[in-house]
């Protein structure tokens, strides 16, 4: 089956691959911007632009030919007026932002009628479908009210936070220990209310508008050095150690300070959360080579031609954040990273929440990738991140040498 993607979005290609490479059967991929001629396809799936004019589009292709526009709400509510006149085309409306589940849906339903399924599965896909485009809308409607919500409930938090730290500095008198105690046990909590306060906005404006990345060159150890100091309250609680070993990328590193900040702090809370009292969380990095044009068809299905790098010279910065806590069935490493997952209980490593699902939406703003590897005991948190510019020949990666760092974090255990 070929697919034709008409669109000049980053995110929709790779979301194209990555659905792609999930479906059964063989699937090529062919990508061409608004601007150009599309390819001649059994499926085209067209990111709807003001200036385009469907019959135009329609017509260049043959009349086999499936088609899916991607369109905001807006333009959506006059598809009708823009296929009036044009009988003998299948078309198909998802709405934007695209969801992989219901990209997935329309693509096996294109390719089943393009397969000239039975008309009675047709007609039941048909009912899935508008039923998916209504979930859509409601979609949406649940995303714009969350971000309104969680931005009203962010400023009480704030204004709390501030009162706690006010008191604890001794600006309103001096405090017994055990006020102290409270205090600190208090703002701990607010913290935590903060991060997922901050999380769920991210989340939903993210989903709606794209993150607002300010990707320039940074100081990866920086950013590690900040991760541990914020979440110290939280292992010093569980008396969790950690071991920080940094080798020099030797190249530059492009990324957007504050977003590669919550990534690491995404990770390391998730460790602490599942590692034991007294456990042990490893972070490592170094250069590494990492073959980002066979991440999709390395998945049993090559559904589009790529090429191997001749060369295995390290073209990324490879980060593991590393715990002996409690390991994740090999079926399960996938779906942690998807929002609102659960699968075990309350127990299990995806939690409930999203602090997975954003390092997997920063890692891909950034052009990287992220995942899970487990074994019988913990959890390591893999991340590729790619050098601003290759290596020229001849020079060698790791001429500054690297550096280790140790952070030993034991706090006491409180009553």
């Known amino acids: 089956m070929h697919l034709a993607l008409i669109s000049r979005d980053d995110f929709l290609k790779r979301l194209c691959r990555e659905v792609l490479a999930t479906l059964p059967g063989r699937w090529r991929l062919s990508v061409a911007a608004p601007d150009e001629a599309a390819p001649a396809a059994d499926l085209c799936l067209w990111d709807w632009e003001k200036q385009m004019r469907l019959p135009d589009l329609l017509a260049a292709q043959a009349p086999g030919c499936a088609h899916i526009l991607a369109m905001d709400r807006d333009d959506a509510r006059h598809l009708a007026e823009m296929l009036d006149g044009i009988p003998g085309y299948a078309v ?32 039941i896909l048909d009912c899935l479908l508008a039923t ?32 706690c730290g006010l008191l604890l500095s001794g600006e309103f008198g001096p405090l017994t220990t055990a006020q102290k105690e409270v205090l600190d046990r208090t703002l701990h909590s607010i913290r935590r209310l903060s991060r997922l306060a901050t999380a769920l906005f991210q989340w939903s404006s993210g989903l709606r508008v794209g993150l607002q990345s300010k990707i320039r060159e940074g100081n990866i150890e920086e950013c590690c050095r900040q991760a541990l100091h914020e979440i110290r309250p939280l292992a010093g609680e569980k008396t969790i150690s950690f071991d920080l070993d940094l080798q020099a990328p030797g190249q530059p590193l492009q990324f957007d300070t504050a977003q590669m900040e919550q990534l690491l702090v995404n990770l390391l809370e998730n460790s602490c959360k599942f590692t034991p009292r007294g456990g042990y969380i490893l972070v490592r990095g170094f250069p590494a080579f990492w073959e980002r044009r066979t991440t999709a068809a390395a998945r049993d299905r090559a559904f589009v031609d790529r090429r191997r790098a001749a060369s295995r010279r390290a073209n990324a910065y490879r980060m593991e954040v590393s715990d002996n806590g409690m390991g994740v069935r090999p079926e399960h490493l996938q779906t942690i990273f998807q929002e609102y997952t659960s699968y075990a209980g309350g127990s299990d490593r995806s939690g409930s929440g999203l602090g997975l699902a954003i390092c997997k939406r920063i890692m891909a703003e950034h052009g990287g990738e992220i995942f899970a590897e487990s074994g019988n005991q913990g959890v390591t948190f893999v991340l590729y991140l790619p050098f601003a510019a290759a290596t020229p020949e001849g020079r060698s990666d790791n001429d500054d040498g690297g550096i280790h760092l140790m952070a030993e974090m034991a706090g006491a255990e409180k009553a």
């Open 92 to 123: 198909t409306l998802v709405l934007k932002p695209v969801n992989p589940d219901a990209l997935r849906t329309f693509l096996e339903r294109a390719a089943g009628r393009i397969g000239s399924l039975r008309h009675d599965r047709d007609a």
């Open 132 to 163: 998916t485009q209504r979930l859509q809308e409601f979609d949406q409607e649940r995303m714009n009210f969350l971000a309104r919500a969680v931005h009203d409930f962010r400023t009480p938090l704030t204004a709390v936070n501030g009162y």
